[in-house]
Each structure stands twice: as C-alpha cells, then as structure tokens.
C-alpha cells in the first residue's frame, strides 16, 4: 500500500458545526502533516506529527485541532469554521529524512471544505 | 523565512514541444522535490533530488539539483495533453525543521492537442 487515503472527498459544513476529517497510511511512514490549499496557490503547512507527537504548529488557529491516535491515522478536527476556511486540505506523510530510501512527501487526494 | 522563486507561472505550448521551469532559492536546501497537481487531487511526487549537481530522469522528465544548491529545474521533453496540470518546486532541509517543506508558487502547464 503506497497511499494516504483522506476521508471525505468533500465536505460542506456551517460555521457552527464540528466536523473531522482523517487520514491514514500503511506505508510505516512516522511523519504525518496536515497542508491547507488555496486554489492555484501552493499548499501551506499547518501541523506535522513525528512519531505520533506534534512537532509543529504553525501557528494555526485553535478551531483547528489536530489528532493522531496511531502511527497509521491523523485527524483534524475542526469548529466554529470561518467562510475563509474554505480550502483544499491535504494529508501527508514521510519516512524519517535519514531513511537511506526517503523519497519525499506522499501525499493524499484531499478533502475539499466549504464554509457556508 | 525561506522563498523559492518559480518561473515561468504559466506555459502555453502545442503537444510535441519541449518544456523547461526552474526555481531558485535565496538560501540552500538539501533536497528539491518536484510534484505535479491535477485539479482537485493531491500532488504527486514526480522526481527526488539529493545531491548538488544530480541530474535524475524519469521517463520523459530530466531534473537538476543546481551546483549551488539554491536551484533546480525540471525539463519535460516530448509533451503530450496529460502533462496539463500545476509543476510545484519544494525545497527541504535535514536538522530541525527537517520535516518543513519550502514549496515554490507553481507552473501552469496548458497543451493544445
């Protein structure tokens, strides 16, 4: 298995709901990182994980939460969304940087939110 | 914080030509990355390059890591109509931030059948 699965494809939501979106590899990689796409622009990194522990917060708003219960899973939850949070978010993951086969990110197909 | 410069943004080419982006960087990076993103997927991982100077193809995609490690670009020789879609340039680094990708602005990539 060579992918990050991200469920759901797409997802509309209101700005009072909680909704989550979840990830998953099986690929044994021990990063794993939420990035938020704006359409035609690069993907931003939001949070990373290395070995299930958050690493890095890039200085995210708090209605952004992440999770990673397991070594294969990484959630985002989300509350009290913003119409400007509408966006592309992607999920991927890394072996170690050190690994001698390190080829880079994998990264998922995506959930498309909309903030309504 | 680090910046990559990407170029051209955009490209308009007829299928059959040859087509070349770069980025460059105000400051080293250890590895480049090349992906490219079609509308409404993730990006995937085109070419990986580790060491200055490597040059790497993958089938019809040649990419460089420049000597001075603060460029790179990638060639697409022979295009054909689904080479369509957004080149992304990433930098990265080992050491604290290893996990960070630096990613350019992107290229644009039209070809007319």
């Known amino acids: 298995d060579t992918e990050v699965t991200q469920t759901p494809k797409h997802l509309v939501m209101g700005m009072t709901n909680k909704k989550s979106l979840k990830c998953e590899q099986h690929?044994?990689?021990?990063?794993m990182y939420w990035y938020k796409q704006k359409a035609k622009k690069p993907p931003e990194l939001m949070f990373v994980y290395s070995y299930e522990k958050l690493s890095i917060n890039e200085s995210v708003p708090s209605r952004f939460s992440p999770e990673c219960p397991n070594s294969s899973l990484l959630n985002l939850h989300l509350h009290a969304l913003q119409p400007e949070d509408s966006a592309l978010y992607l999920c991927?993951?890394?072996?170690?940087?050190?690994?001698?086969?390190?080829?880079?990110?994998?990264f998922g197909s995506g959930t498309r939110l909309t903030v309504v | 914080g680090q910046q990559l410069n990407q170029s051209p943004q955009s490209m308009f080419i007829q299928e059959g030509e040859d087509v070349s982006m770069n980025c460059t960087s105000s400051s080293i990076f250890n590895t480049w990355l090349w992906y490219k993103q079609d509308p409404g997927e993730g990006p995937v991982l085109l070419i990986a390059l580790y060491k200055a100077g490597e040059l790497t193809s993958n089938g019809r995609l040649t990419a460089q890591f420049g000597i001075t490690r603060k460029d790179s670009f990638l060639n697409i020789s022979a295009s054909i109509p689904s080479d369509v879609g957004i080149y992304f340039c990433a930098g990265q680094n080992s050491g604290g931030s290893n996990y960070k990708l630096t990613f350019g602005k992107g290229t644009l990539l039209t070809v007319n059948p």
């Open positions: 991927a993951s890394s072996q170690d940087r050190t690994a001698n086969n390190y080829y880079g990110y994998t």
């Open positions: 690929m044994g990689h021990r990063a």
